[in-house]
């Protein structure tokens, strides 16, 4: 079981960054991480994922090359690293977990929210002038 806290959202400029802390309650080892984001009614996206292996990570495509994904299994912590923030990415962020093992060498590790079963309780960000 894993309990996953969401923090270090807020609101920043456009152009600006932020960076996200998903810290679980046990260990981290061997669970692929993900992160997600909301907008208001819209659906949960999985934008950023790392393998259990830590092999891989995987990114959705307007968050590539801007966003950064990483993990810290010593302290139980994954982040999210954002740049180059666009009001677009304005959204609710969570930070989630697959069962154990699950995906744990899988390249392309993005998935649907269904196959998660632990979540942050999410943090707002804001990108606004």
């Known amino acids: 079981q894993l309990h996953l806290v969401d923090s270090g959202g807020g609101l920043v400029q456009p152009g600006g960054s932020l960076t996200l802390s998903c810290t679980a309650s046990?260990?981290?080892?061997?669970?692929?991480i993900g992160w997600f984001r909301q907008v208001p009614g819209g659906v949960r996206e999985e934008i950023a994922c790392i393998t259990g292996s830590g092999e891989h990570t995987d990114y959705e495509a307007s968050v590539k090359g801007r966003f950064s994904i990483s993990r810290d299994d010593a302290n139980n912590t994954a982040y999210l690293q954002m740049n180059s923030l666009k009001p677009e990415d304005t959204a609710i962020y969570y930070c989630?977990?697959?069962?154990?093992?699950?995906?744990?060498?899988?390249?392309?590790?993005?998935?649907?929210?269904?196959?998660?079963?632990?979540w942050g309780q999410g943090t707002q960000v804001t990108v606004s002038s």
């Open positions: 989630a977990a697959p069962p154990k093992f699950k995906d744990y060498h899988r390249r392309r590790c993005l998935r649907p929210e269904h196959e998660f079963d632990y």
């Open positions: 046990s260990s981290t080892l061997n669970y692929n």
